[in-house]
Each structure stands twice: as C-alpha cells, then as structure tokens.
C-alpha cells in the first residue's frame, strides 16, 4: 500500500475541501445541480454541537484524495444504532489502488468500536464500479426496500398539516 496514505477525522479547517470533494462526487453522478450546500452548511452539520455528521478524508501524502462522510441512525429490530455512510468519494486519479476499501474499513472500524449493529448506505444502480467494489466486501443489496424521499414543497407541505 502506498506509504504516504492516511485517512484523517475531519477537522473545520477541511470543510472547504469536504465541499470540493461534495462537488466532485456530485459531478461524477451527473447530480451538480443539486449541490446546494455551503461551507458554512457544511461546518454547521460536521462541528455543531451535537454534530450531525462526520467525515474522514482520504490523503495522499498530504494530498486529498478521497473522503466518507457519514451518521448514525437506529435499529429498532436490533435496539442499536448503526452507522449510514452517505457519501464515499475517490477521485479518479486515485481510484484502483485500494484507497476505497481502505475509507470503508475504517468506518466499518468506527461502527464495531461504537456498538452498531449494521453499516450502510445507498448506491446509484448504474454505479457498477462501486456495486462491485461494495460486493467485494461483502455488502449485499436490500432488494427488497425501497427508498423514498420527500424534499421541497413536498416536505413542507407535510410539514404544515401539523400545524
């Protein structure tokens, strides 16, 4: 493995970098249009107090390379918190040498240490070089589920019957 690899917590001094990297994911999934945080959306969710979130970045000799960002949700079935990875990104530069694997194993290491019962996350199905490397690891598709969202108008209007 290459010597100059790290993969360090995030600090606030990298948000602009973890933004970078959003954007760059964002780019490669065809998404930019959706990108609407800000650096200060960024901090606000990664350093409030509690935290939101948190990232790990991914470097190269100092360089960032890649990064995970990811949160906690709950089980009810297992009564333990598990660990939902929502962005992992390598750049292209740098992808094939293991960098990937290497994010996943250390939050896989943070979920075992905090007890989680389960690691996951979601993957766009035309992502077949991820789905092969999520494979390799030994992650299975759930699918049976479905994932459903409400953003916008939507959100807000459910939001108000409650009021």
């Not at 990232?55 to 598990?82: C, K, M, Q, W």
Request: hydrophobic share 45%; aromatic share 12%.
């Amino acid at each position: 493995m290459d010597p100059g690899f790290r993969i360090d917590s995030a600090v606030e001094a990298d948000v602009p970098v973890i933004l970078e990297l959003i954007r760059d994911l964002a780019d490669y999934e065809k998404l930019t249009d959706q990108v609407t945080a800000t650096e200060a959306d960024i901090a606000r969710s990664l350093f409030a107090d509690p935290p939101r979130a948190e990232a790990v970045i991914a470097r190269l000799d100092d360089e960032p390379v890649g990064f995970a960002l990811f949160f906690h949700n709950y089980s009810t079935f297992l009564g333990r918190p598990g660990l939902y990875l929502e962005d992992l990104y390598v750049r292209p530069a740098f992808r094939g040498r293991g960098f990937g694997r290497r994010l996943l194993v250390r939050l896989a290491r943070i979920a075992v240490d905090r007890g989680c019962g389960r690691f996951e996350w979601s993957v766009l199905d035309w992502n077949t070089p991820a789905i092969a490397a999520y494979r390799r690891v030994g992650a299975v598709p759930m699918d049976e589920w479905t994932v459903y969202r409400l953003t916008g108008d939507a959100l807000r209007r459910l939001a108000a019957e409650g009021e």
